[in-house]
């Protein structure tokens, strides 16, 4: 069974950080590209950032370039995003995504997880 946990996620004051963790299981983690994206209320599902299968690139919205870093441990079977400098517009639930690299119809999602930067 395919499972994708987060964990890490909370309240925050602007200009603080966050480590937002997720836990993969059910699958061949090492051949599956990793993302994280964020959802506002009222707004579509984004991309935030993305790494692939060997962690050898990664890629990230503008509006987080620089303040946030995305890294996968495959011997864990875990990706993590450090988010620094927060800002009040960081405010979003914010999903782990897997996809696989051989076949695009495996797509998996985690159940999402709240970040809130406020003061």
């Known amino acids: 069974q395919v499972q994708l946990v987060e964990s890490g996620g909370g309240l925050v004051q602007p200009g603080g950080s966050l480590r937002l963790s997720c836990a993969a299981s059910g699958f061949t983690f090492s051949t599956y590209a990793m993302s994280w994206y964020h959802q506002a209320p009222g707004k579509e599902r984004e991309l935030v950032a993305a790494?692939?299968?060997?962690?050898?690139?990664?890629n990230y919205a503008d509006s987080v370039k620089g303040r946030f870093t995305i890294s996968r441990d495959n011997a864990k079977n875990t990706v993590s995003l450090q988010m620094n400098s927060l800002k009040p517009e960081d405010t979003s639930v914010y999903y782990c995504?897997?996809?696989?690299?051989?076949?695009?119809?495996?797509?998996?999602w985690g159940q999402g997880i709240q970040v809130t930067v406020s003061s």
């Open positions: 790494i692939t299968s060997t962690g050898g690139s990664t």
């Open positions: 995504n897997a996809a696989y690299d051989y076949d695009p119809r495996y797509v998996y």
